[in-house]
């Protein structure tokens, strides 16, 4: 009996998250584009202009023989912009939820959740018009494509597991937001987005592949350019490193939380 209670207790534990989940999303997405014109076409105009940027000086000023360049690029754009936007919003989340944090008994460690839920809903909106690009040149898709799902899976615990130190860390030191938007513009131009991976210099190619991005940019193109497999072996020492990882950052974040309402 005390078995069954606590089966039933843990499935209206995880329907209640569940929803309030999904209320928090769609609350997300309401003010986002709240008396916007374009709504949610503004997620795809910022890669969409990026990409044209990238095509005009690599594909017309400096010239790099990268076939089906749009594809490339777009490709890289999408995947960052989410892992990027995602970890932005999420350093200041705490703060931007100052009543929800000062509601009793509220899950506060769901808001980082939402916020990469949130940047993953904007890709997959996304990924029709990538299907255009890929098209347009000439890709053909592959059954290999079932197995998109599990990168984004990977990149989601990913995004989550830096969310919740970066949400923790941003509560007690109000720079962690600003140093992290300089570190993400140096990792962007640490990941293959504008140039392959090819390039890199045998010798660099420990520190670079220390950045969990190369990896996962370049199963995406794997999957959706080249119709081959990923690099198994990149993901699951990725997913390995994320197993040990993620559980420290909610700790930390457990712990900090108690502190949150006297810090905001």
Known sequence: MLKQDMIANWFLSFGYLWDLLRSLVDRDMKIMYKRSTLGIAWTLISPLLQLLVFVFVFQVIIKIDIPQYSSYVFTGLLVWNWFQNSLFQAAGIIISSRPLIRQPGFPNAILPIVVVTTGLIHFVLALPVLFVFLLIDGVRLTPILLVLPLIQIIQFALTVTFS???????????????????LLQFLFYLTPIFYEIDNIPDRYWFIYGLNPMVHIVTSYRQILMWGTQPDWLALAIISSIVAVLMPLGYNLFKRQSLRFVEEI
Request: glycine share 6%; aromatic share 16%.
């Open 164 to 182: 919740y130190f970066l949400a923790s860390l941003n509560v007690t030191f109000r720079d962690t937001q600003h140093t992290l938007g300089v």
